[in-house]
């Protein structure tokens, strides 16, 4: 109702506004036509009386039209259709990972070939060369030789050395083989001096020792499938050694061993065929092994048990049958952080001219061969991890020996060593720490502490209580690394040979013979390298920093400070 009024209302607007603009403009067409017209006589008015429109509601519903709803033709639109020829997509599965392609790094050139040379404070002078095929996965070979020497101020304190091996390794799709010939020469001289007197050596005699090795192995290859396949290796050992005093050793070693897996257990053997000669100025003897270990092994969510015998036979000159247990076990108490193990066993040692004189040098002639037997060993320990990057084990071990084997001075020459023999019991504390942070910094330590106890001898002669090493390595920058070692040995105890003097009296329980303490020592050294560029790099080391000239071996002091420098290139 309200929106009609409003109709009505503009409605009678607009009817009086066009009302009176018509009278306006009759009125101004009267005016002038009288204006126009006064020169006639007759005058003519004319009046028009207009009123207000007053419109009503009805005159408004006039103008009102509705639509014929009664018209039904139908009306057909006309539509254009543009086809596309488009695969269907389904969104509704997981697409594949499309691949992105990334750039290709340059691999690093690696050099196979490496040469080193240097010069010392003490005369000393040293070249090393290595010598390798290429980055071939089934077969590498190549050629080492090293040469060290150094002259001390003692006369005739002089020693050389020098090694030369060829080697080649074959991996095949099922066997792997490896080969090496080595050449060892030592050279040095019985310098041995006794600042009390008791002995001359003015002419100290030379003594040069020649080693030829040859060792062949062969194994087979076996993957994570094959786990419950035959394993099998065997391997050949020979060498001939000789020295200035006609001393001969030769020596022929075959081992073998083989297991397989049958579910949580597995079966092996190993086998042992060991043939040695030797040969002095008074004597010729063979010292013969075969050693037979069959065993049992059983693997465990938490566990590892093995259970075995050690069967050895000694045939040659010396004849004994024996046989030890072997057993182990491993147990983690905390996965990745703490494991507790045990051992017990026994075995026969082979003594060999081969071994004598590389831990001592100033070996005498026809030494005593014996072979070195553990009739029980026990042993136990804890290994794990303390941090993700350091390691650490510590082990107690008791030993029953027979045959525990020292060093003597001769009795004539004092400066030249004899081997003697005595049962003992040896009680072993070891403990190893292991850490390596990064390829920046590594450390590790190891001490050993023996408490012996012999049948006959009051002291193990030469053999320390304590021996303390430790070597570190730092990365300063990328061309510069520091290498410092420390090794500490307590003191020691050495037995002196005399004879009793035929014209002086003696009483009852007299012995002639002395004991020596060897005081105990630090060794420190220190070493920088420098990598000028990725082929030449130089070198410098420093041992015994403190210049100590202690002894290991009586009546032969050590070098006391040395210092080394060169330089290397790879190629």
């Not at 020649?210 to 419950?228: G, H, T, V």
């Not at 106890?453 to 193990?460: G, R, V, W």
Request: charged share 20%.
């Amino acid at each position: 109702m309200i929106k009609k009024n409003k109709i009505v209302l503009i409605f009678s607007l607009i009817t009086m506004f066009g009302a009176i603009t018509l009278h306006a403009q009759t009125q101004k067409n009267a005016k002038k036509a009288a204006v126009a017209d006064t020169s006639k006589t007759e005058v003519t008015q004319q009046i028009e009386v207009v009123r207000a429109y007053k419109p009503v509601l009805a005159d408004a519903l006039k103008i009102r039209r509705n639509p014929d709803l009664t018209d039904i033709k139908p009306t057909t639109p006309k539509i254009t259709y543009n086809l596309l020829d488009k695969r269907l997509e389904l969104n509704t599965d997981i697409r594949e990972l499309q691949i992105q392609k990334i750039r290709k790094l340059s691999t690093e050139e690696l050099k196979n070939n490496y040469a080193k040379i240097g010069l010392g404070n003490l005369g000393t002078t040293l070249a090393q060369l290595n010598l390798a095929t290429g980055q071939d996965q089934a077969l590498q070979a190549g050629f080492n030789f090293n040469h060290l020497a150094q002259k001390g101020k003692l006369n005739q304190q002089n020693t050389s050395q020098q090694t030369a091996s060829v080697y080649g390794k074959s991996i095949g799709d099922k066997l792997v083989l490896l080969g090496n010939l080595q050449y060892n020469r030592r050279t040095n001289y019985f310098y041995g001096i006794d600042e009390m007197q008791t002995f001359s050596n003015l002419n100290p005699q030379q003594q040069k020792i020649n080693l030829f090795e040859a060792n062949a192995q062969i194994y087979k290859r076996l993957f994570a499938s094959d786990s419950n396949q035959l394993a099998f290796a065997s391997k050949i050992n020979a060498y001939h050694l000789n020295n200035i005093f006609n001393g001969i050793e030769n020596n022929v070693t075959l081992s073998a061993g083989a297991s397989k897996n049958l579910q949580k257990f597995q079966g092996g053997a190993n086998a042992v065929v060991d043939i040695t000669n030797t040969k002095d100025i008074n004597y010729q003897l063979g010292n013969h092994l075969v050693k037979l270990n069959p065993y049992i092994k059983l693997d465990g969510d938490r566990f590892k048990l093995t259970a075995g015998l050690n069967y050895v036979n000694e045939f040659g000159t010396n004849q004994r049958i024996h046989i030890f247990p072997n057993a182990s076990i491993d147990y983690v108490l905390i996965a990745d952080y703490l494991t507790l193990f045990g051992q017990l066993n026994g075995d026969v040692y082979k003594t060999r001219v081969k071994d004598l004189v590389a831990q001592n040098p100033f070996l005498n002639v026809n030494p005593r061969i014996k072979n070195t037997v553990e009739k029980l060993n026990i042993s136990g320990g804890v290994r794990g991890t303390i941090l993700p990057n350091v390691g650490f084990k510590a082990m107690v071990k008791s030993t029953s020996v027979s045959d525990f084997q020292y060093f003597l001075n001769n009795i004539d020459e004092k400066q030249k060593f004899d081997i003697a023999y005595d049962d003992a019991n040896i009680l072993n504390f070891t403990g190893e720490i292991n850490a390596k942070f990064s390829d920046n910094f590594s450390l590790d330590t190891k001490a050993d502490f023996n408490q012996y106890t012999l049948s006959k001898q009051a002291y193990a002669w030469f053999n320390p209580a304590l021996k303390l090493n430790t070597t570190a390595s730092v990365k300063i920058t990328e061309k510069v690394k520091l290498e410092a070692d420390f090794y500490y040995q307590s003191l020691t105890k050495a037995l002196v040979l005399n004879y009793p003097d035929p014209l002086a009296f003696s009483p009852p329980g007299y012995n002639p013979n002395t004991i020596t303490t060897l005081p105990s020592f630090v060794d420190i050294g220190l070493g920088i390298n420098y990598a000028y560029n990725k082929k030449f790099s130089a070198f410098a080391k420093a041992n015994n920093l403190l210049n100590k000239q202690y002894q290991q071996f009586l009546y032969y002091p050590n070098f006391g400070l040395n210092v080394l420098g060169g330089i290397s290139y790879s190629f």
